[in-house]
């Protein structure tokens, strides 16, 4: 070999961490259908672009609802935005997404917790009959929804929420009221892009909440519109249907609709099924907190197991406890309040606080009570108007 000078490339050094996945959705379709050995049912497969489907097989012809979910996806996000495709041929929501006999807490073992959210969607053409305006397996789903959506929480440390297809919709009025359930995990949408159909443009929603950081309203105007050119609330074009958007609005429900003075479709908000006096009644609530909660538990993973100095009582020396406390909140601050993603008060959107009294040598325990400071938004806003007569 020639004399030279090599240079080594060190790597490692920067402590960068992989791109932000805070919309990284499953986009779960029941009553798929397998295609060779390209695509399998229950493998989950990365799309960045509807083009991915090409290579899986998957056409209009044996996987038309797939196609039709994953450019909704698209017409929304721009390409490039991920999102993990998954076909089953079960058709039931209730049976699918059962914490226990479903097959979809080995699948969000297997992402390792990779996921933020899963939409849950049907290609089946199946109906059932219908006394509560919707599907019922919808409605027997969202229990086994929130039950998968807190083990993964509990167990994965990496919470999820889930949004359920509100299938074969009939009436608002006969609609449950989803603010009477305790589900602060779980959502229903309505609405598609043909009147009179038993599904729901629910790859639009996903595709919304793909490209919306966590904090941000999926139902916010200056975001711009939706997509699709028309949108229908059963056989009524949105346009037509606002008195039924407010009562389903009023019951909690995920849905389009219009604004008067602006063209195109917007969403109305982002309800989850849960009582509006829940902390977390909404997706961004939700979103939030969860992805404060994934930061936090990364961060304090690397004290576990670790020495800890202690006072002659047991308790934790005050350096020792202020540096977990400053650990846990320049983490939140750095990865959120700097992303404009907390509501920020003297540079920090965070506080964690660890009671100095605890007995750390006598438990073996450090409890702590993480608060992180959500933005307010405007649901409601009221101008007065009148006559100027004078310069009051």
Not at 79 to 95: D, F, K, Q, R, W
Not at 120 to 149: N, Y
């Amino acid at each position: 070999m020639l004399p030279r000078v090599k240079i080594n490339y060190l790597n490692g050094l920067l402590g960068t961490v992989p791109a932000n996945q805070d919309g990284l959705l499953g986009l779960l379709v029941l009553g798929a259908a397998a295609v060779s050995t390209t695509f399998e049912l229950g493998k989950h497969y990365r799309l960045v672009r509807p083009g991915d489907l090409v290579p899986l097989g998957i056409t209009s012809a044996n996987n038309a609802r797939i196609v039709e979910l994953v450019n909704q996806f698209y017409a929304e996000a721009e390409e490039g935005t991920p999102v993990y495709l998954i076909g089953l041929a079960a058709t039931s929501m209730t049976t699918v997404l059962d914490v226990t006999t479903g097959p979809m807490r080995d699948k969000l073992q297997e992402l390792r917790g990779a996921l933020r959210g899963l939409i849950v969607a049907s290609a089946s053409t199946a109906t059932a009959e219908v006394t509560d305006g919707l599907d019922p397996d919808v409605l027997s789903a969202m229990p086994k929804a929130q039950a998968l959506a807190d083990w993964s929480a509990d167990n994965l440390y990496a919470p999820i929420f889930v949004i359920l297809e509100g299938r074969q919709f009939t009436s608002a009025e006969d609609a449950p009221d989803l603010h009477t359930l305790a589900f602060n995990r779980v959502a229903v949408f309505i609405g598609d892009v043909v009147a009179d159909s038993q599904n729901a443009a629910i790859g639009t929603l996903a595709g919304r909440i793909a490209i919306s950081p966590v904090q941000r309203n999926i139902g916010r105007v200056a975001t711009g519109t939706l997509a699709p050119e028309q949108l229908f609330i059963g056989s009524i074009p949105v346009d037509q249907a606002m008195s039924v958007v407010d009562a389903l609005y009023t019951k909690g429900y995920i849905c389009p609709r219009i604004y008067v003075g602006l063209s195109g479709y917007y969403l109305v908000d982002d309800p989850l099924a849960v009582a509006e006096t829940d902390d977390y009644a909404h997706l961004t609530a939700r979103r939030t907190v969860d992805k404060a909660a994934r930061i936090a538990y990364q961060t304090l993973l690397q004290f576990l197991l670790d020495e800890i100095e202690i006072n002659t009582d047991g308790t934790m020396l005050n350096p020792v406890l202020k540096s977990w406390q400053a650990a846990v909140e320049d983490a939140i601050n750095s990865q959120m309040s700097a992303a404009g993603e907390l509501s920020v008060v003297n540079g920090s959107g965070c506080k964690f606080y660890i009671d100095p009294a605890q007995n750390v040598l006598a438990t073996s325990k450090v409890e702590g009570t993480l608060k992180v400071r959500p933005f307010g938004y405007a649901r409601e806003i009221v101008a007065n108007i009148g006559f100027l007569t004078n310069n009051n």
